[in-house]
C-alpha cells in the first residue's frame, strides 16, 4: 500500500451565486484577480470563474444567474468546511479593521493566534473568511510550517499551552544553527559587554 502524496493545494472550488457577485466580493474585496471563466463542465447551467489568491494557485467558483446571495451562514456540519485562510501582509493586516468597517462589513476584530493574528467575516454567501497573517518570517530555505513543526517540539518539551512568539523565536535560532555550519567550537549564547 503506498500514499497518493500531495504537493499542495492545487485550486478550492465554492458554489456560489450569481456572477456578479463572486466577482465582487473576490476581487472586489479581497483583491484577487479574475484571470479566466469558461462554463462548469460538469454542469451547463452553471459558470465556472477562476480567481488568483496570491501565490499563483486558484479560487473557484460556480454560478448561475438563477441563485441569489444567501448571507445565512454555511453549515459547520461533520465534513463541512469551517473557514478558508487567506494569507496577508503585515501591513494589510494592520489596515484590516479600518478597510471592514468602511465598508460596513462585520468582522471578528483582531485574535491573537500565538504565532499570527487573524481576523474573520463573513462573505456575502456566509462562507466564513479569516484573514491569516503570520508573526514571523522562516529563515531563508525554511517554510511556515517547518518553523512551526520545531516550535511545537519546543512548546510541548516545556509543557506550554500554546505556541507564542518564544517559542517561535527559539525555533528560528535552532533550524538556522542546525542548517547552518559556523567556524565556531562553542555557538552558545555569549556576553562580549562584560568583558
Same mark, same amino acid.
Given at each position: ?34 484571470? /479566466?471563466?469558461? !462554463?462548469?463542465?460538469?454542469?451547463? $447551467?452553471?459558470?465556472?470563474?477562476? @480567481?488568483? +489568491?496570491?501565490? *499563483? ?63 474573520? /467575516?463573513?462573505? !456575502?454567501?456566509?462562507?466564513?473568511? $479569516?484573514?491569516?497573517?503570520?508573526? @514571523?518570517? +522562516?529563515?531563508? *530555505? ?54
Amino acid at each position: 500500500m503506498r500514499k497518493l502524496q500531495s504537493q499542495g493545494v492545487h485550486h478550492i472550488t465554492i458554489i456560489g451565486a450569481d456572477r456578479q457577485t463572486s466577482i465582487d466580493f473576490w476581487e472586489g474585496v479581497l483583491g484577487m484577480p479574475f484571470v /479566466f471563466d469558461q !462554463p462548469n463542465l460538469d454542469n451547463q $447551467e452553471e459558470g465556472h470563474l477562476y @480567481f488568483d +489568491p496570491g501565490d *499563483g494557485r486558484l479560487i473557484t467558483i460556480f454560478t448561475n444567474e438563477s441563485r441569489k446571495p444567501d448571507p445565512s451562514r454555511t453549515p459547520v456540519d461533520i465534513g463541512c468546511v469551517h473557514h478558508l485562510a487567506f494569507a496577508v501582509s503585515r501591513a494589510t493586516f494592520s489596515q484590516a479593521v479600518a478597510r471592514l468597517d468602511e465598508r460596513g462589513i462585520a468582522h471578528s476584530g483582531v485574535k491573537d493566534r500565538g504565532f499570527m493574528d487573524s481576523i474573520y /467575516f463573513t462573505d !456575502p454567501l456566509g462562507l466564513l473568511i $479569516e484573514l491569516a497573517s503570520y508573526r @514571523f518570517e +522562516p529563515p531563508h *530555505g525554511f517554510t511556515h510550517a517547518q518553523v512551526l513543526l520545531e516550535a511545537h517540539k519546543i512548546r510541548v518539551a516545556r509543557d506550554e499551552y500554546n505556541i507564542a512568539e518564544i517559542h517561535l523565536a527559539d525555533a528560528i535560532e535552532n533550524l538556522t544553527m542546525r542548517a547552518r555550519e559556523s567556524l565556531s567550537q562553542d555557538r552558545e549564547p555569549k556576553d562580549p559587554y562584560s568583558r
